[in-house]
């Protein structure tokens, strides 16, 4: 079975058709993040360039019932072929419309942007990171890169030291509120796969700690066991030993979330070329009261939408598992 975030990008030169080109950058662009690794987008390819759909078949109704993160997904996959786009000589523009969620216009270039290429490496590098980061501060110079990106973007914000205890408690009492939730957990469960397992979606048992045969349990002690108070335990303390937490904000609106994603995507693509890993705490925007705690505590203009931990960790092993482009374009 090919690897997906093996890319032989010596293969694009070969393509003279513009529909190949296209299906070749899709490539990169599904290797974006996703809840629960749903992958909900699907792309059709125009002679403009692509059209970005929200696919709502994939869809989360109890964790994100206002698709909320779905569309943040959609906004990290039109990043990635952006940069896949830049790095091939391509400029591209986002038209954002309401179904498709968005427009990517196409056209070759000896200029593409430099800021966008600058990223491309990092595409089959990122990967979410959920084990435990080393208890040591970001270094100054990947610090000030992190710095200046975030304050480039109005969407974006660093946590505060006096603000972080809190926010741990906050995303701890989340824990404890989402995984006492039996439907929660059965459809968390329902994207749970073995370690062994080949579809091409869905969280191996492993990213949560599960090993071997022990995997093929997992989805059954999800649904019927409420780990809350021992995952609340583990992920406060993942986001009080982190080096950093970074907000990202915007309205709740469809075109301001699909930007949200693509501004998330190109600070996960700049931590990655970095060396610094993250993860996503994000239960506490999961519930509507402890939202509207964080969005006072964190003080952005906008309601949040994403928290992140970032520091230094050992690389991840095992990458999430992709749909091939052909199951998701037309």
């Given at each position: 079975?090919?690897?997906?975030?093996?890319?032989?990008?010596?293969?694009?030169y070969?393509?003279?058709?513009?529909?190949?080109?296209?299906?070749?950058?899709?490539?990169?662009?599904?290797?974006?993040?996703s809840?629960?690794?749903?992958?909900?987008w699907s792309?059709?390819?125009?002679?403009?360039?692509?059209?970005?759909?929200?696919d709502?078949?994939?869809r989360l109704?109890?964790?994100?019932?206002?698709?909320?993160?779905?569309?943040i997904?959609?906004?990290?996959?039109i990043?990635?072929f952006r940069?896949?786009?830049?790095?091939?000589g391509?400029?591209?523009?986002?038209?954002?419309?309401?179904?498709?969620a968005?427009?990517?216009?196409?056209r070759?270039?000896?200029?593409?942007?430099?800021?966008?290429?600058?990223?491309?490496?990092?595409i089959t590098?990122?990967?979410?990171?959920?084990?435990s980061?080393?208890?040591?501060?970001?270094d100054?110079?990947?610090?000030?890169?992190?710095?200046?990106?975030?304050?480039s973007?109005?969407?974006t914000?660093?946590?505060?030291?006096?603000?972080?205890?809190?926010?741990?408690?906050?995303v701890?009492?989340?824990?404890?509120?989402?995984?006492?939730?039996?439907?929660?957990r059965?459809?968390?469960a329902?994207?749970v796969?073995t370690?062994?397992s080949?579809?091409?979606?869905?969280?191996?048992a492993?990213a949560?700690?599960?090993?071997?045969?022990?995997?093929a349990?997992a989805?059954?002690?999800?649904?019927?066991?409420?780990?809350?108070?021992?995952?609340?335990?583990?992920?406060r303390?993942?986001?009080q030993?982190?080096?950093?937490?970074?907000?990202i904000?915007?309205?709740?609106d469809?075109?301001?979330?699909?930007?949200a994603?693509?501004?998330?995507?190109?600070?996960?693509?700049?931590?990655?070329?970095?060396g610094?890993?993250?993860?996503?705490?994000?239960?506490?925007?999961?519930?509507?009261?402890?939202?509207?705690e964080?969005?006072?505590?964190?003080?952005?203009?906008?309601?949040?939408?994403?928290?992140?931990r970032?520091?230094?960790?050992?690389?991840?092993?095992r990458?999430?598992?992709?749909?091939?482009v052909?199951?998701?374009?037309?």
């Amino acid at each position: 079975m090919n690897d997906p975030w093996r890319i032989d990008e010596s293969e694009f030169y070969e393509l003279d058709d513009p529909r190949a080109q296209k299906e070749f950058l899709l490539r990169y662009a599904v290797l974006a993040p996703s809840g629960h690794n749903t992958q909900p987008w699907s792309f059709r390819l125009t002679d403009e360039g692509v059209e970005v759909y929200a696919d709502t078949t994939r869809r989360l109704p109890v964790a994100d019932p206002h698709d909320r993160e779905l569309l943040i997904s959609v906004g990290a996959a039109i990043t990635n072929f952006r940069v896949a786009a830049a790095h091939f000589g391509f400029d591209t523009n986002v038209l954002y419309r309401d179904r498709p969620a968005a427009l990517i216009t196409m056209r070759e270039t000896c200029a593409p942007d430099r800021s966008l290429r600058a990223l491309f490496t990092a595409i089959t590098q990122r990967h979410t990171n959920r084990g435990s980061f080393e208890h040591r501060p970001i270094d100054p110079e990947a610090l000030d890169c992190i710095c200046t990106l975030v304050e480039s973007s109005e969407m974006t914000r660093c946590v505060l030291p006096q603000e972080s205890e809190r926010i741990a408690e906050l995303v701890e009492e989340a824990d404890h509120r989402l995984l006492a939730d039996e439907a929660w957990r059965t459809e968390l469960a329902e994207w749970v796969r073995t370690n062994e397992s080949t579809a091409g979606d869905g969280i191996p048992a492993e990213a949560f700690g599960i090993p071997g045969p022990l995997s093929a349990f997992a989805p059954y002690l999800l649904r019927n066991i409420d780990l809350g108070d021992a995952r609340g335990r583990a992920d406060r303390t993942l986001a009080q030993e982190a080096a950093g937490l970074i907000v990202i904000s915007s309205d709740d609106d469809r075109p301001a979330l699909v930007q949200a994603g693509e501004t998330l995507e190109r600070l996960l693509l700049t931590l990655t070329s970095l060396g610094v890993q993250y993860s996503f705490l994000n239960q506490p925007v999961q519930v509507p009261e402890l939202r509207r705690e964080l969005w006072d505590l964190v003080r952005t203009p906008k309601p949040p939408q994403v928290l992140l931990r970032i520091g230094y960790a050992q690389p991840v092993r095992r990458a999430m598992p992709r749909r091939p482009v052909s199951s998701v374009s037309f």
